[in-house]
């Protein structure tokens, strides 16, 4: 019964902060984008990411200085994250790993 298949549901939660979110198959943990507006470096400096151009591209810069920011990895409470453009533009920041809560 396809209909009623457990862990198939068409909405999803944020990663991070567990916010209902629209489920998305190609980016099963990117993060909502309260979570894109709290991502640090490793150092805990905010850190925003966008396209570089109309074209696409990702680019990052740090939120203070903007200074430019050239990793795609960054931190949001802690969880390992990775920018990346997204398929249809924009920007999408997805969890790289969820078991760190007792470390
Ligand atoms: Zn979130």
């Known amino acids: 019964m396809e209909d009623c298949r457990e862990g198939a549901s068409v909405s999803a939660a944020c990663p991070i902060c ?3 979110m629209e489920a998305s198959p190609r980016y099963p ?3 909502c984008l309260a979570c894109h507006a709290r991502a640090v470096d490793e150092t805990g400096r905010r850190v925003t990411f966008f ?3 109309f ?4 680019a990052g810069v740090y939120v203070d200085t903007r200074e430019p920011y050239r990793l795609s990895l960054c ?3 802690g969880v390992r994250c990775e920018a990346q453009e997204a398929h249809m533009g924009g920007v999408v920041i997805q969890a790289l790993s ?3 809560t007792g470390d």
């Open 75 to 77: 931190f949001i409470d």
């Open 55 to 58: 074209s696409g591209g990702l």
């Open 29 to 31: 943990r990117a993060v």
């Open 51 to 53: 396209n570089e151009s």
């Open 18 to 20: 567990a916010a209902p």
């Open 98 to 100: 969820l078991d760190m």
